[in-house]
């Protein structure tokens, strides 16, 4: 993957195939409450990572489409950030992009956590789609850890969420992938008949760059507590393909001094740490030698900031 195409090279781009008939193409849009395991659930459907995961609520906070291409249909899966109160403008970007993503979409999968009753996020969830002409389908994940003598009371409180609403529900396990299967027929089942909008082989739609700076941020997640990975931004600034090695130069944005040193760690063992678990992503992405850069530098604010925000990636879509 490249962030871009020189002209010369377009002539060489093979056309998309032809879609035999009957097969089916359409945008899916998952949305839910932080930490529902949409993330989880969209690369169990792939087969492969392109999202990053972490026990910590708020991992995405880009729109990420993921590419599911079958012989019936080619799906493109939108992964959007958790739907929540916004604390910062950060926050407010995030949802919104997220709410935009449902009256762009040709599918909604409302992915809820399915081992606990419905809350007060899910019906705010439930309320924004309640009225949406899109059709619906209600994922309960992780219904393998719903306690035995539960499954009954938490499954009625997710019918009564859905009402007289004519949405679909399936339950499965996006970590273990039960009932991973039929999710995906009935999102098949959902689509219109269409063409491919993407090649077969391709996963994702976003350049390499942009993985490996979320592979770099999944390691600070992963390795860090308390309020330094919600402050946390990443670019990759240099990125060269040597024949024997691949050189990723990245930085590493916190907003304030004790966050870098947490970062740093003692003579630096949390940045090597951080660095070591990246690198051995990246070179599953890319299927060869990384050498990785890392370095921290301290952007106060940047999560308040328009401008800031702006530069780091983080802008309101349409």
Known sequence: MSESTPLADLASIELLPVAPPDFRSGFVGIVGRPNVGKSTLMNQLIGQKVAI??????????????????????????????????????????????????????????????????????????????????????GLNKIDNAPEDRRQTIEESYRELVGEQAWSICGFSALVGTGVAELQDMLIDQLEVGPF??????????????????????????????????????????????????????????????QKGILIGKAGAMLKSIGSGARAEMQKLIAGKVYLELFVKVQPKWRQSRLRLAELGYRMED
């Open 53 to 138: 995961t972490s026990p910590v609520a708020q991992t995405t906070r880009n729109r990420l489409q993921g590419i599911l291409t079958t012989d019936r249909a080619q799906i493109i899966l939108v992964d959007t950030p958790g739907i929540h109160k916004p604390h910062h403008r950060l926050g407010e970007v995030l949802v919104h992009n997220a709410q935009a993503a449902i009256d762009a979409v040709d599918v909604v999968l409302f992915v809820v956590d399915g081992s606990e009753k419905a809350g007060g996020g899910d019906r705010f969830i439930a309320d924004l789609l309640a009225n949406s002409p899109t059709p619906i389908i209600l």
């Open 197 to 258: 909008y993407y090649p077969p082989d391709l996963v994702t739609d976003r350049p390499e760059r942009f993985i490996m700076g979320e592979l770099i941020r999944e390691q600070i997640l992963l390795s860090t507590k308390e309020e330094v990975p919600h402050s946390v931004a990443v670019t990759i600034d240099r990125v060269q393909e040597d024949a024997k090695i691949t050189r990723v130069l990245a930085t590493i944005y916190v907003e304030r001094d004790s």
